[in-house]
């Protein structure tokens, strides 16, 4: 089972470092591998005002000193090709953002870093779509392709998850993965930002379980409702132990 968590967008190295060792301990109480996830850039956010992150260079810096320190395999979105071989360079597995999945020369040029990557299902792709990205990555070279559910847009300001989608996927690649809490995004729902319903993510887990999904993607935070990015739909990091013994 493969579990990726951290919180939406790098803020501070206190916050990395208080998610990580919580990882960590996790691991190690659990016997699993948590992948540590963080963005150095959110270049899709709804207001040109919202808070983007620390730049590549430095968010880069930022995540080799979380896998130094803490021993966790590093997972981090890119949003330009030009920014697949520096990424490379510190995390062992990168994805591309849903919004993007269809942009070819982003998912080849992560791909050809040799590096996993994860793919994320856009929000207007069916589960049986997702061939297409996968082929592009696996033929440009990809150590190996996973693809990841995170909802459909049906109507404005929300998302639906048709569960069918993680079987169908599981035909294309053996690896598939849920986002817990992208999948229960309210997006644009908050005055130029993206609402959310946490509540429901430890039912996103388990239902994406009974449909057969072999792995979950969860953002946390220490304090969700201060969080400068997707704070509405992110874990509590406290519950995150529980949900994965529930899963395990």
């Known amino acids: 089972?493969?579990?990726?968590?951290?919180?939406?967008?790098?803020?501070?190295?206190a916050l990395?470092?208080?998610?990580?060792?919580?990882l960590k301990e996790i691991n190690g109480r659990l016997g699993t591998e948590i992948i540590f996830?963080?963005?150095f850039d959110k270049a899709n956010r709804t207001s040109g005002s919202s808070y983007r992150g620390v730049g590549m260079e430095r968010g880069l810096r930022m995540l080799a000193d979380v896998k130094s320190k803490w021993g966790l395999r590093i997972l981090t979105d890119i949003h330009e090709p030009w920014q697949a071989a520096?990424?490379?360079?510190?995390?062992?597995?990168?994805?591309?953002p849903a919004f993007l999945c269809r942009q070819t020369d982003l998912v080849t040029a992560a791909a050809r870093t040799g590096r996993i990557v994860n793919v994320k299902k856009a929000?207007?792709?069916?589960?049986?779509d997702m061939k297409y990205p996968y082929l592009k990555a696996m033929e440009a070279g990809a150590a190996d392709v996973w693809l990841?559910?995170?909802?459909?847009?049906f109507g404005y300001n929300n998302l639906v998850v048709d569960f069918r989608n993680i079987p169908e996927m599981l035909g294309i690649s053996p690896t598939v993965i849920m986002d817990c809490t992208h999948s229960?995004?309210?997006?644009?729902?908050?005055?130029?930002?993206?609402g959310g319903n946490r509540e429901y993510v430890p039912s996103m887990a388990l239902a994406a379980k009974a449909f057969g999904a072999t792995g979950y993607f969860f953002e946390v935070h220490p304090r969700p409702d201060e969080a400068l990015s997707d704070g509405p739909n992110m874990l509590e990091l406290d519950k995150l132990e529980e949900l994965i013994k529930q899963l395990l």
């Open 184 to 194: 229960v995004q309210r997006p644009g729902a908050a005055g130029g930002r993206t």
């Open 37 to 39: 996830k963080a963005s």
């Open 16 to 22: 990395l470092d208080c998610v990580a060792g919580r």
């Open 123 to 128: 929000q207007f792709l069916s589960g049986a």
């Open 1 to 13: 089972m493969k579990l990726i968590a951290g919180p939406c967008v790098i803020e501070d190295a």
């Open 86 to 96: 520096p990424s490379a360079e510190v995390a062992d597995v990168l994805q591309i």
């Open 148 to 153: 990841t559910e995170r909802g459909n847009s």
